[in-house]
């Protein structure tokens, strides 16, 4: 069975804290995701890694950073968090597969982590 | 860039009753995917289907049928005879292969609630 798990729930913080969200896959996936969902807007990517050690920033990336070590594990950083960045966090993954019209990746979800910052 | 519009915010039905949730896409694209995705009040999104452009079958999954019409942009997703537990909020996503990662980054629309009673 596929299997992303996210490290907390439900996280309350406060301003100008520094913030990690885990996130681990057990599929050996090499592509890894971060998303933040907020009402009306749907999930808009923040950044994603398609290797160990590799990212990108995706649509909304100011205010993070990511780290991947280790191919299992994504982690997001709020390096100062704001009250703005209230918000579920979703974390997903997905297989890295040849290109081509056939090729198709399906990404898979953590439970997601609903982040409160005071 | 892409978009993808999910004009119904909520939907309200009794048990029973079919529902239509309708998706417009944009792409300039001429390869790209199409998703959904249910998201019950756990948190976690749970994939429902993918589809390619260049596949414009109907399909029907249980309860579940999805029209996709590529001269309107629509990929639209009906579950007959509702029940209980598809109280849900739905998201339609549209999916552009990304070269370097060697798979696809997902846009999402702002999504559907659906909201179905006994």
């Known amino acids: 069975d596929v299997k992303v798990t996210q490290s907390s729930r439900y996280l309350v913080k406060r301003t100008g804290e520094k913030v990690f969200l885990e996130c681990v896959q057990d599929m050996d996936h090499e592509n890894m995701f971060w998303y933040r969902q907020d009402p009306g807007l749907g999930l808009r990517l923040i950044y994603f890694s398609y290797d160990v050690k590799m990212k990108e920033k995706g649509d909304i990336p100011e205010g993070y950073s990511v780290s991947r070590e280790k191919k299992e594990r994504f982690s997001l950083i709020l390096e100062s968090a704001s009250t703005n960045q209230t918000s579920m966090y979703l974390c997903?993954?997905?297989?890295?597969?040849?290109?081509?019209?056939?090729?198709?990746?399906?990404?898979?979800f953590g439970p997601g982590t609903r982040l409160t910052v005071l | 860039a892409q978009k993808v519009t999910q004009a119904q915010t909520e939907i309200s039905v009794v048990e029973k009753e079919d529902v239509t949730l309708d998706c417009v896409y944009e792409?300039?694209?001429?390869?790209?995917?199409l998703f959904w995705y249910k998201q019950p009040p756990s948190g976690e999104l749970v994939f429902l289907i993918r589809r390619n452009s260049f596949d414009e079958q109907n399909e029907i999954s249980g309860r579940y049928s999805w029209n996709f019409q590529k001269s309107t942009s629509s990929f639209n997703f009906t579950i007959t005879a509702s029940q209980v537990v598809d109280s849900a909020v739905y998201f339609c996503?549209?999916?552009?292969?990304?070269?370097?990662?060697?798979?696809?980054?997902?846009?999402f629309g702002g999504g559907t609630r659906v909201l179905v009673k006994p």
């Open positions: 792409t300039r694209d001429t390869t790209y995917y």
């Open positions: 996503a549209l999916s552009i292969p990304m070269i370097k990662a060697a798979g696809n980054k997902l846009t």
């Open positions: 997903a993954s997905s297989f890295r597969l040849a290109l081509g019209i056939a090729a198709t990746d399906t990404q898979y």
